[in-house]
C-alpha cells in the first residue's frame, strides 16, 4: 500500500503560479509512474499530466501543455507540479496518483493509488 499526500494548493490570481508537491510512502518510488490528475466543480476527473519513474519522460493533457511542468525527485519519493499562466479554468482539486506496473497512462483506472488532493483556485 501506497500513501500519498499533496501539498501546495491555494488561492491564486489568473496569470499566476503555483506549485503542488506529492509525498509518496513507499521505498520504491522510482519504480512508480506518477500521474496528476484534477477535478472542477460538477465535472468529471480529468488526466493532467504523468511521469516516468526514472523521470526522463513526461506528458501532458493539451489543455496544460505549456503551462504545467512535471517533475521527481526520487531521493526524497516526491513529485512536483509547477504551474504557470494559470486561468480561471485550473481551478479544481488536483490528485496525485501511482501506478506501480508503470503503465504512463492518462486513464485513472491504471493508477491504484491516489492522495487526498489539494484545492486550487485561481481568481479572475
Known amino acids: 500500500q501506497v500513501q500519498l499526500v499533496e501539498a501546495g494548493g491555494g488561492l491564486v490570481q489568473a496569470g499566476g503560479s503555483l506549485s503542488l508537491s506529492c509525498q509518496a510512502s513507499t521505498r520504491t518510488f522510482s519504480s512508480y509512474v506518477m500521474g496528476w490528475f484534477r477535478q472542477a466543480p460538477g465535472k468529471e476527473r480529468e488526466f493532467v499530466g504523468a511521469?516516468?519513474?526514472?523521470?526522463?519522460?513526461?506528458f501532458y493533457d493539451d489543455s496544460v501543455k505549456g503551462r504545467f511542468t512535471i517533475s521527481r525527485d526520487n531521493a526524497k519519493n516526491t513529485m512536483y507540479l509547477r504551474m504557470n499562466s494559470l486561468k480561471p479554468e485550473d481551478t479544481a482539486v488536483y490528485y496525485c496518483a501511482a501506478d506501480p506496473v508503470g503503465r504512463y497512462s492518462k486513464d485513472a483506472p491504471a493508477y491504484p493509488y491516489w492522495g487526498q488532493g489539494t484545492l486550487v483556485t485561481v481568481s479572475s
Open positions: 511521469i516516468s519513474g526514472s523521470g526522463g519522460n513526461t
